[in-house]
Structure formats: C-alpha cells, structure tokens
T-cell receptor, first 116, second 111 residues
Framework: EAGVAQSPRYKIIEKRQSVAFWCNPI?????LYWYQQILGQGPKLLIQ????????DSQLPKDRFSAERLKGVDSTLKIQPAKLEDSAVYLC??????????????FGDGTRLSIL | DQQVKQNSPSLSVQEGRISILNCDYT??????FLWYKKYPAEGPTFLIS?????DKNEDGRFTVFLNKSAKHLSLHIVPSQPGDSAVYFC??????????FGQGTRLTINP
C-alpha cells in the first residue's frame, strides 16, 4: 500500500511569511496527525483529526497555526506568520483506528521548514 | 515537563552484539508503549509495541521489556546489524491515541 505522502519536502521562508504543508494519508485511514519535530527532540503532537473533525489540538499555537482536513482525507497545516522557533520538521501520520493499541501510526517523510 | 525520557543521546555497539536502548516515563496513565526507528530524511517507522498488561513482547531480533513499577522500558536488539544504525524513539500513550515521544537515541552499529 502507498504510504503517507507529504509535500513539499523542504521549504525555506523568511520570518513573518506564511507557509502551508500538505498531507495525503494512507487510503482508508480515519485518523490523521500533525507533529512538529524540532532538531534534537522527539515529535510533538500539534493536532489530531478523526475523519474531518478535530480530536485534539491542545498543543497547537492557534494564534499562528491552523489546520484543516476537508472531506476527511487530505489535510493542510498552515503557519502565518512564521517565527524563527518554527524551524522544524513537520510530520504527518495516519492510523486506521482511534487507538494505538490496535494499529500504530504510520508517518510520512516530513517537511523540513527553515525560517531565515 | 518531559513525560518520556531517553537519557542516552547516543549508543555505539559492535555488530553481532546486543543493543539495549532505555526509556523512562513519569505518567502512570500511560498504558501503551511503542518504539519507532528513524533513518535520516525519513519519517519514523513503527518497530514494536507493548501493552501495560504485559512485561515482554518479542518480534524477531527485537524484544521490548516493560517494568511498570520502575516506569521503565527497554528495547533489546540481538544480534545487532549495520542496518540497525538509526535514531530510536520511545513513545507512550495514555489510553487514547495521543503519543508522547522521548528525545531519541542514536544507535550506531560498528562492523
């Protein structure tokens, strides 16, 4: 089966600019996650969707970050305006069920964002 | 507040020997634990998991041990192979699907 697809792979922008990332999960996976991985740290959950509804966005900086998952399939994550501390790899993951005890999350290769 | 900790940033092991990666957690509500492996420029790949009702889970060369009283888990790889060189992340979940990751341990297998 095809894996989680993310684009772009790399993005370089200046601070205060906006940027958007796209994710296409594994076909049939109802749950979609966006993670932020800062260099030297583990991934940190930003937002979780179940179909097209938000399950958890408690760690999403809502003043600058937004995400949507229209039609319960693809998702976009946007940052506006970007800050220097947003430099990180943004990972998208999907799973077929709501519990990791049933199925693990499958990750895409991520988008590496550099803020100048 | 780091709820999942991997205190060894790096580990070097000779090919054929055992690799032991450690992970500590603080949240008693965690009841599911996973190990992910990550190569450079790729996303994390699921390796093995364990439920809190077990203390050991084995899959080929990989075994995960869970000590709930010590809030400690470990991943054993035996025998270690050059392809095992990667960053390994420990992750934990409090019953729902939200994963909390450790900082990762970079494993290098030397020939």
């Amino acid at each position: 089966e095809a894996g989680v697809a993310q684009s772009p792979r790399y993005k370089i922008i200046e601070k205060r600019q906006s940027v958007a990332f796209w994710c296409n999960p594994i076909s049939g996976h109802a749950t979609l996650y966006w993670y932020q991985q800062i260099l030297g740290q583990g991934p940190k959950l930003l937002i979780q969707f179940q179909n097209n509804g938000v399950v958890d966005d408690s760690q999403l900086p809502k003043d600058r970050f937004s995400a949507e998952r229209l039609k319960g399939v693809d998702s976009t994550l946007k940052i506006q305006p970007a800050k220097l501390e947003d430099s990180a790899v943004y990972l998208c993951a999907s799973s077929p069920t709501t519990g990791p005890g049933n199925q693990p999350q499958h990750f895409g290769d991520g988008t590496r964002l550099s803020i100048l | 507040d780091q709820q999942v900790k991997q205190n060894s940033p790096s580990l070097s092991v000779q090919e054929g020997r055992i690799s032991i990666l450690n992970c500590d957690y603080t949240n008693s509500m965690f009841d599911y634990f996973l190990w992910y492996k990550k190569y450079p420029a790729e996303g994390p790949t699921f390796l093995i998991s364990i439920s809190s009702i077990k203390d050991k889970n084995e899959d080929g060369r990989f075994t995960v041990f869970l000590n709930k009283s010590a809030k400690h888990l470990s991943l054993h790889i035996v025998p270690s192979q050059p392809g095992d060189s990667a960053v390994y992340f420990c992750a934990a979940s409090p019953g729902a699907q939200k994963l909390v990751f450790g900082q990762g341990t970079r494993l290098t297998i030397n020939p």
